[in-house]
């Protein structure tokens, strides 16, 4: 019943909201960022943590001087997506590019799950993932192919905790690197088709991740349990959760979490549009209580060869644009098609979540024992 009263009375406060604003003369605030923004936003010298850039490309570098932005490049193996399935190449492609970039770029490496059942496939993955710790790489990623898509012996999805994986998380550990858990993602996948849902097309593109069609999945809570599972077993190990840890359905699930696992942090990547939409106070409350858990990022991505990124960097940089104007300025935007206010964050805050939570968690992010 809140869910309904809070869908029915958020639209109409927030109309009021621009009424208002429109009888005062500010228009929702578009596009890229201005002189003045610009200055404030590099003033900060911000870090995206959490980029998939796996193609040297000459207008990318420009963008990020310009923007005096260091952004942490995530590997990751996807058997179904081609521009993902080599880890040599995407390895290759981000080293070649943290020398190109001179000290912008950084990386999180990961491991090859699908080897999961081939005998000493653990110390491969440590000797593999042990080579990048001494290239520099900060971090290791697992993917939500451990949960969603991998199967053991028996039939059963392979779940991020199992015992085979086990003493990849104490090497990690034991390197003082972090864990980065992207699981259990969108939660679309386990809902009935919704034909009038963007994510209908996603899965019609993608069925792979459509798990509502698999017979006997692996439900959500199961993986994001397996994943405390890997927290409470692992307390020295850091573990940053993609995308507000799967859990922006639930800020109070995801406040539970912070607060029981200390060794727990989450990136905000792709999920900007979601927080954007939760009520403004309630939001300054929780950013203002997890303002050292929670750490910007975007999920912006460059595949294998790919093209025409001086059109994609205008459109990255109007995205780095919106999400500065929400948590920084009081500004209105429009999100969804609905009309919110920034959140107006004190600067503490912002260079928290824009710089100093990235160096807690991912130590040796800019090339030394930050
Ligand atoms: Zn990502």
């Not at 520099?136 to 059963?156: F, H, P, R, S, Y």
């Not at 963007?198 to 991740?209: D, G, T, V």
Request: hydrophobic share 40%.
């Amino acid at each position: 019943m809140r869910q309904i009263i809070k869908k029915l009375v958020f639209p109409l406060v927030l109309a009021i909201t621009v009424v208002g604003c429109n009888r005062r003369g500010p228009a929702p605030v578009t596009g890229g960022f201005s002189d003045q923004e610009l200055q404030q936003f590099t003033a900060l010298s911000p870090i995206d943590a959490h980029t998939h850039v796996f193609a040297d490309n000459p207008e990318f570098y420009p963008m990020l001087k310009k923007l005096n932005m260091h952004v942490l490049d995530i590997l990751v193996v996807d058997d179904t997506n081609e521009s993902r399935n080599s880890l040599t190449k995407e390895s290759e492609e981000a080293w070649e590019l943290v020398r190109k970039t001179n000290g912008h770029v950084s990386v999180c490496t990961t491991f090859d799950p699908y080897r999961f059942s081939q005998p000493g496939f653990a110390q491969a993955a440590i000797l593999q993932i042990n080579r990048e710790f001494d290239k520099g790489a900060v971090a290791v990623k697992i993917w939500k192919n451990l949960g969603m898509e991998i199967k053991d012996a028996t039939g059963q999805y392979l779940l991020p905790d199992a015992p085979v994986f086990e003493p990849i998380y104490r090497d990690i550990a034991a390197h003082n690197k972090t864990l980065i858990a992207h699981l259990a993602d969108p939660s679309s996948s386990w809902e009935p088709p919704n034909p009038d849902s963007l994510a209908y097309l996603y899965f019609k593109r993608n069925p792979q991740w459509y798990m509502y069609a698999k017979s006997h999945p692996a439900s959500k809570e199961r993986i994001l349990q397996a994943r405390d599972h890997i927290l409470e077993g692992n307390p020295s190990l850091r573990v940053v959760g993609a995308h507000l840890g799967s859990m922006e359905d639930d800020f109070n699930q995801l406040g539970q979490h912070l607060d029981r696992y200390p060794n727990f942090a989450v990136d905000l990547a792709g999920r900007m549009p979601d927080i954007m939409m939760q009520s403004r106070p309630q939001m300054i409350a929780f950013i203002t209580r997890y303002q050292d858990r929670l750490i910007y990022g975007t999920d912006l991505e460059i595949g294998f060869g790919e093209t025409g990124v001086s059109e994609k960097s205008a459109m990255w940089e109007e995205n780095y644009a919106k999400n500065w104007r929400f948590l920084a300025t009081g500004d209105i935007l429009m999100v969804r098609g609905h009309a919110v206010q920034g959140l107006a964050l004190p600067q503490s805050i912002l260079r928290k979540l824009y710089r100093e939570n990235a160096l807690h968690w991912f130590p040796g992010l800019l090339g030394d024992l930050h």
